[in-house]
């Protein structure tokens, strides 16, 4: 089952941030008229009109929230001493957490907090990193992680292959990428395919011996076959190794991968992972789909900036099945 056939199912209710543009109504359009998500718009509601009037765009019975018109008094109050009760202990006074309502990102994600929206969707005209604090500090991470990482899955010919950490951390710890590639096969298991794990550097299983990205890939991999024994993961070792399990398994065959090629790819930074996805994506080698946030308490979202209308959409997607899942627990 796609993804957007399962968000058919049972679609939610998804805050669309930075609604005043074109291509975030055109993705609100398509995700009524397909029935996988009822959005509510956060925006200028005079521009959101005019947009939809000019642009023959219906959206009926969509609401349009102004947090600037139509948030009460009582509503940005309410809002603010909820931010200010998880964040007066990090330096975070009640006025600045009331002047932070005025502030779509943490206002959505506010919504999603309190259960007035089931999912939130951001980023589109705004830096990744600045979309992601007012969530973190709204939402928060899952305690047994304790960190966010992002990932993008890249359909190619041979099928779907997910990559990360590919938006989040710049250069992360062992445990980090143990933990992100945790959050991963977690991911993938709920696209009901067993993932098959590598993570990756320069180097084949501790060729290298001085210091960096090896090192901490191999040490993650240690982590992951000590706390995780039944997770088909393996490493540290080069992207060809990983994507051709019938050469690896000649040069190296004592891999838990076998003579499986792997469909997941745990980076050892944040550039070789983000560099990947662009050139595929850019070259035509693979359609992407992400980012997709994991980690967060519930589900929240983060655009690229400038995404197509397609990629916003099959975000939304993603964060109703999100929902759907978070619903269940």
């Known amino acids: 089952m796609t993804i957007c056939n399962k968000a058919k199912q049972n679609p939610k209710k998804v ?9 975030m109504l055109k ?4 995700v009524v008229d397909q029935g996988i998500a009822q959005p509510i718009l956060l925006g200028n509601r005079i521009e959101i009109e005019k947009l939809l009037e000019d ?6 019975g969509v609401p349009i929230i102004d947090i600037y018109r139509d948030v009460t008094d009582e509503k940005r109050q309410q809002f603010a001493q909820i931010l200010f009760e998880k964040r007066k202990r990090k330096g975070l006074s009640y006025d600045e957490a009331l002047e932070k309502m005025y502030n779509h990102d943490y206002f959505g994600c506010m919504m999603v907090e309190t259960g007035e929206a089931d999912a939130f969707i951001s980023g589109f005209s705004r ?10 500090h709204v939402i928060g991470t899952k305690k047994e992680f304790n960190h966010i990482a992002g990932m993008y899955i890249m359909l190619t010919q041979k099928g779907p292959l997910f990559l990360a950490d590919t938006t989040v951390n710049s250069d992360p710890a062992p445990q980090v990428i143990a933990d992100t590639t945790v959050l991963v096969a977690n991911e993938v298991k709920r696209f009901k395919i067993e993932p098959r794990i590598a993570v990756l550097s320069y180097s084949n299983f501790g060729a290298f011996k001085g210091k960096g990205s090896p090192v901490r890939a191999s040490e993650a991999v240690k982590i992951l076959h000590q706390n995780y024994p039944d ?25 838990k991968l076998g003579d499986s090629d792997a469909n997941v790819l745990i980076f050892p930074n944040l550039s070789s992972g983000n560099i990947l996805y662009k050139v595929l994506q850019e070259l035509g080698a693979a359609k992407a789909l992400g980012p997709i946030l994991l980690g967060m308490n519930k589900p929240i979202h983060v655009l690229q900036m400038e995404s197509s209308v397609r990629e916003i959409a099959n975000l939304v997607a993603v964060a109703v099945v999100d929902a759907q899942e978070a619903e269940k627990k």
Not at 55 to 60: Q, R, T
Not at 127 to 136: H, L, S, V
């Open 27 to 30: 993705a609100a359009h398509f």
């Open 127 to 136: 830096k990744y990193a600045d979309t992601i604090r007012p969530a973190i």
């Open 15 to 23: 805050v669309f941030a930075d609604a005043n543009n074109l291509k």
């Open 231 to 255: 997770l088909i993961v393996d490493g540290e070792m080069q992207a060809n190794y990983a994507l051709n399990g019938a050469l690896r398994q000649k040069k190296f065959p004592f891999t």
């Open 55 to 60: 642009n023959k765009l219906v959206l009926e």
